[in-house]
């Protein structure tokens, strides 16, 4: 089983995504960058871009930024504070070839 942290993404609506991931990749300033388990402290800015969550079975979830945003890492924890973000469909065994966007804020 992979190691896992707690991660909560805000927008001005409310809660957005929260749960426990394995990996973490979004668009920091100077580019993508990846966060792990017990990573260290961190606080960026982030830049309009996909943000792709990886939980403890593999599967990924990824939300698309339209917008400046941040992000913190401290003790096992993400949040990413975001005006604007969409979520990404996957195509699964019943829909296959369809990915759409779900706006949420």
């Known amino acids: 089983m992979d190691k896992l942290f707690h991660i909560t993404i805000f927008t ?12 973490l990749v979004a668009p920091g300033e100077l580019g993508y960058l990846g ?23 593999g599967q990924q979830t990824i939300f698309e930024s339209q917008s400046q945003g941040l992000l ?10 975001l005006d604007r973000v969409s979520k990404w469909l996957q195509p699964n065994s019943t829909d296959v070839g369809r990915i759409g966007k779900i706006s949420l804020s």
């Not at 961190?42 to 079975?57: C, E, F, N, R, Y």
């Not at 913190?72 to 504070?81: A, M, Q, R």
């Open 12 to 23: 001005p609506e409310g809660i957005v995504h929260e749960g426990h991931i394995s990996s």
């Open 35 to 57: 966060v792990w388990a017990h990573h260290a402290p961190l606080m960026t800015t982030l830049q309009p871009g996909k943000i792709i969550l990886k939980d403890a079975a």
């Open 72 to 81: 913190e890492v401290l003790k096992n924890e993400v949040i990413l504070i």
